[in-house]
């Protein structure tokens, strides 16, 4: 599904989020507290945002690997990180499943994941990996949608997510097969599919709480969160035990 949406992918995300999302990015990045020299991992990095902005903060001499299972996202992200240029650190996007990462014990500073976790087909699974490939006293950042329960913001989110938001992947997926006549070019279809996954999956995944108790269960601990957008928006951020049990 998504190497077939990687084409409206970035234009999706602005879409749904007025441009929010890079501002979005930026926080979790900032509750990763790595500096010049650091090397970090973007689990689900999809078109590579996050670990572009992960790149500005490791400059000088540090490495920012992002990985993904979908080949089309990642294609993606290799031109974004060409095409941005510039003297400082450039992310290497390879292949990965989050549920393996083919990554040593404690080998990263600090691991992230942008709206990415909830597709994990084990979520206790993929955060243990995540906090598995990280040092003692690392960081591990989940930043994910997640669903306010307070009207007006609750009434208005499911209007948006449960309406619009599938009414933008038909219209989306209707401009893309208009632009290509390639036969393999993702339809109308597949792409209104995609956007009718993403508010469901949304409502499986746990809230604020139950995500932190899951983190903890991975090995973390410090474990805090913020929401942002009024609520729709968490970040979560916990650190690598010192010691493993």
Known sequence: MFDRIAGVYDLMN????????HRW????AEQARVGPGSRVLDVATGTGDLALELARRVSPGGEVIGCDFAEAMLARARTKAAQAGG?????????GDALELPYAEGSFD???VGFGARNFADLAGGLAE?????RPGGRVVVLEITTPTRAPLSLFYRFWFDRLVPALGRLAGGALALASRADEA???GTIADAYTYLPNSVKRFPGPD???AEMQRAGLSEIGYLLTAGGIVAI????VAREWA
């Open 87 to 95: 003297a400082g650190v450039r992310p290497r996007f390879e292949w």
């Open 130 to 134: 995540m906090a598995r490939v990280v």
């Open 236 to 239: 979560h951020a916990g650190t």
């Open 14 to 21: 602005s879409a749904m989020t007025a441009g929010l999302h």
């Open 186 to 188: 993702p339809g109308e």
């Open 110 to 112: 600090a691991a992230t």
């Open 210 to 212: 139950a995500l932190a």
């Open 25 to 28: 990015r930026e926080r979790a």
